[in-house]
T-cell receptor
């Protein structure tokens, strides 16, 4: 069964360092999402791509976070510099299309970031 | 902005007990609603979804949810829980861009 791949699974870094997370969506999925899940909370959208274009990055802290999906396939989320409050699970999800009955989003295993 | 409220933070049940987890959403127009489950150490996965039609939606593993528009609710139910249902359950509504807006989640612990 096709799955969303994410790496690394765990990342420990010191504040002010740079970190990067990678996501490979299910083949053929046009829409890719990055969510952040703080402990005890539900996931919250950071950025959404349709193919290689950003659809929504209104909740992305752009002073330190960046995201790209250059060829419309895999994606990278970067934080520079990391802050203590960035400690969370970073989830990637993909879906076949944005609006349709195929709008089930498939989630990857996530990257757990700890900032010391 | 749309939002989702889940009333129970942690629910503890014995096996064979019935389950109902509350979910309320804020938006009054056409909504698409979802329940996702996260088993310990596993990915978030879809339990069931409501787009239109029959307000009683059946999902995987014996779960069902009822969409009550007048109450802005989409509660999750299961008549008899098993130890293997121990997980965290998230209610979500589809946002305007197709993204999901999640509630804070309800942790379910089932005692064998």
């Amino acid at each position: 069964e096709a799955e969303v791949a994410q790496s690394p699974r765990y990342k420990i870094t010191e504040k002010s360092q740079a970190v990067a997370f990678w996501c490979d969506p299910i083949s053929g999925h046009a829409t890719l999402y990055w969510y952040r899940q703080i402990l005890g909370q539900g996931p919250e959208l950071l950025v959404q791509f349709q193919d290689e274009s950003v659809v929504d990055d209104s909740q992305l802290p752009k002073d330190r976070f960046s995201a790209e999906r250059l060829k419309g396939v895999d994606s990278t989320l970067k934080i520079q510099p990391a802050e203590l409050g960035d400690s969370a699970m970073y989830l990637c999800a993909s879906s076949l299309a944005r609006y349709s009955s195929y709008n089930e989003q498939f989630f990857g295993p996530g990257t757990r970031l700890t900032v010391l | 902005a749309q939002s989702v409220s889940q009333h129970n933070h942690h629910v503890i049940l014995s096996e064979a007990a019935s389950l109902e987890l509350g979910c309320n959403y804020s938006y009054g127009g056409t909504v698409n609603l979802f329940w996702y489950v996260q088993y310990p150490g596993q990915h978030l996965q879809l339990l069931l979804k409501y787009f239109s039609g029959d307000p009683l939606v059946k999902g995987i593993k014996g779960f069902e949810a009822e969409f009550i528009k007048s109450k802005f609710s989409f509660n999750l139910r299961k008549p008899s829980v098993q130890w293997s249902d121990t997980a965290e359950y998230f209610c979500a509504v589809r946002g305007s861009q197709g993204n999901l807006i999640f509630g804070k989640g309800t942790k379910l612990s089932v005692k064998p």
